[in-house]
Protein backbone atom coordinates (compact mmCIF):
# COMPACT_ATOMS: atom_id res chain seq x y z
CA UNK A 1 0.00 0.00 0.00
CA UNK A 2 1.19 3.50 -0.41
CA UNK A 3 -0.16 6.04 1.66
CA UNK A 4 -0.04 9.57 0.16
CA UNK A 5 -0.79 12.98 2.18
CA UNK A 6 -0.81 16.74 0.69
CA UNK A 7 -0.71 19.93 2.34
CA UNK A 8 -0.40 23.37 1.86
CA UNK A 9 -3.99 24.55 0.13
CA UNK A 10 -5.86 27.49 0.97
CA UNK A 11 -7.42 30.42 0.35
CA UNK A 12 -5.59 33.59 -1.68
CA UNK A 13 -6.40 36.06 -3.68
CA UNK A 14 -6.49 36.03 -7.80
CA UNK A 15 -2.49 36.64 -8.76
CA UNK A 16 -1.43 34.96 -6.03
CA UNK A 17 0.18 31.76 -5.25
CA UNK A 18 0.35 28.35 -3.36
CA UNK A 19 2.55 25.57 -2.98
CA UNK A 20 1.08 22.18 -2.61
CA UNK A 21 3.08 19.36 -0.92
CA UNK A 22 2.31 15.37 -1.49
CA UNK A 23 4.40 12.94 0.40
CA UNK A 24 4.14 9.89 0.08
CA UNK A 25 5.52 6.00 2.64
CA UNK A 26 4.32 3.10 2.60
CA UNK A 27 5.43 0.61 -0.34
CA UNK A 28 7.33 2.73 -2.86
CA UNK A 29 8.98 0.41 -4.76
CA UNK A 30 7.59 0.70 -8.83
CA UNK A 31 6.08 3.70 -8.43
CA UNK A 32 7.11 5.60 -11.49
CA UNK A 33 4.91 8.53 -11.34
CA UNK A 34 3.64 10.82 -9.18
CA UNK A 35 1.15 13.49 -10.28
CA UNK A 36 -1.37 16.49 -9.17
CA UNK A 37 -5.29 16.13 -10.55
CA UNK A 38 -8.05 18.46 -9.56
CA UNK A 39 -11.94 18.58 -9.31
CA UNK A 40 -14.24 21.23 -9.03
CA UNK A 41 -17.43 21.12 -8.08
CA UNK A 42 -19.41 19.03 -10.86
CA UNK A 43 -16.50 18.48 -12.82
CA UNK A 44 -14.27 15.48 -13.41
CA UNK A 45 -11.14 14.61 -12.07
CA UNK A 46 -8.29 15.66 -14.49
CA UNK A 47 -4.85 16.07 -14.68
CA UNK A 48 -3.25 18.78 -13.57
CA UNK A 49 0.33 17.56 -13.63
CA UNK A 50 2.61 14.44 -13.76
CA UNK A 51 6.03 13.93 -13.24
CA UNK A 52 7.79 10.33 -14.03
CA UNK A 53 10.79 8.92 -11.91
CA UNK A 54 12.93 10.46 -14.30
CA UNK A 55 11.82 14.00 -14.00
CA UNK A 56 9.48 14.12 -16.84
CA UNK A 57 7.05 16.16 -16.96
CA UNK A 58 3.64 16.63 -18.42
CA UNK A 59 1.39 19.89 -17.69
CA UNK A 60 -2.44 20.72 -18.25
CA UNK A 61 -2.81 23.66 -21.25
CA UNK A 62 -4.84 25.62 -18.48
CA UNK A 63 -1.53 26.06 -16.08
CA UNK A 64 1.51 25.50 -18.44
CA UNK A 65 3.43 28.47 -17.28
CA UNK A 66 2.31 29.23 -14.38
CA UNK A 67 2.14 26.02 -12.50
CA UNK A 68 5.57 23.97 -11.56
CA UNK A 69 5.70 20.50 -10.77
CA UNK A 70 8.96 18.99 -9.07
CA UNK A 71 10.09 16.45 -6.73
CA UNK A 72 12.32 15.63 -3.94
CA UNK A 73 13.61 11.39 -4.12
CA UNK A 74 15.31 11.60 -1.02
CA UNK A 75 11.92 12.93 0.80
CA UNK A 76 9.47 10.65 -1.36
CA UNK A 77 7.33 14.70 -2.04
CA UNK A 78 6.00 15.65 -4.83
CA UNK A 79 5.50 19.40 -4.72
CA UNK A 80 2.99 21.56 -7.21
CA UNK A 81 4.27 25.31 -7.20
CA UNK A 82 1.19 27.47 -8.52
CA UNK A 83 1.13 31.14 -9.36
CA UNK A 84 -0.74 33.59 -11.19
CA UNK A 85 -3.79 31.89 -10.02
CA UNK A 86 -7.09 32.21 -11.23
CA UNK A 87 -10.37 31.93 -9.80
CA UNK A 88 -10.50 28.90 -12.27
CA UNK A 89 -8.40 27.19 -10.64
CA UNK A 90 -10.59 26.59 -7.63
CA UNK A 91 -11.00 22.76 -6.79
CA UNK A 92 -10.02 20.20 -4.64
CA UNK A 93 -6.27 19.49 -5.72
CA UNK A 94 -5.40 15.23 -5.23
CA UNK A 95 -2.14 13.76 -5.27
CA UNK A 96 -1.27 10.67 -7.29
CA UNK A 97 0.51 7.93 -7.62
CA UNK A 98 0.95 5.40 -10.42
CA UNK A 99 2.94 1.51 -9.51
CA UNK A 100 4.37 0.79 -13.14
CA UNK A 101 2.47 -1.97 -15.05
CA UNK A 102 5.85 -4.29 -14.95
CA UNK A 103 5.15 -4.21 -11.15
CA UNK A 104 1.53 -4.32 -11.73
CA UNK A 105 -0.58 -1.51 -12.47
CA UNK A 106 -2.35 0.13 -9.75
CA UNK A 107 -2.86 4.04 -8.88
CA UNK A 108 -3.55 6.02 -5.58
CA UNK A 109 -4.97 8.68 -4.15
CA UNK A 110 -5.17 11.27 -1.40
CA UNK A 111 -7.63 12.59 0.42
CA UNK A 112 -7.31 16.12 -1.48
CA UNK A 113 -6.94 19.81 -0.30
CA UNK A 114 -8.87 22.65 -1.32
CA UNK A 115 -7.47 25.80 -3.26
CA UNK A 116 -9.87 28.34 -3.66
CA UNK A 117 -9.08 31.54 -5.77
CA UNK A 118 -11.27 34.72 -4.96
CA UNK A 119 -11.39 37.58 -7.71
Known amino acids: QVQLVESGGGLVQAGGSLRLSCAAS????????MGWYRQAPGKERDLVAE???????NYADSVKGRFTISRDNAKNTVYLQMNSLKPEDTAVYYC?????????????WGQGTQVTVSS
Open 96 to 108: RAERSRIYGFRQY
Open 26 to 33: GNLFGINA
Open 51 to 57: ITIGGST
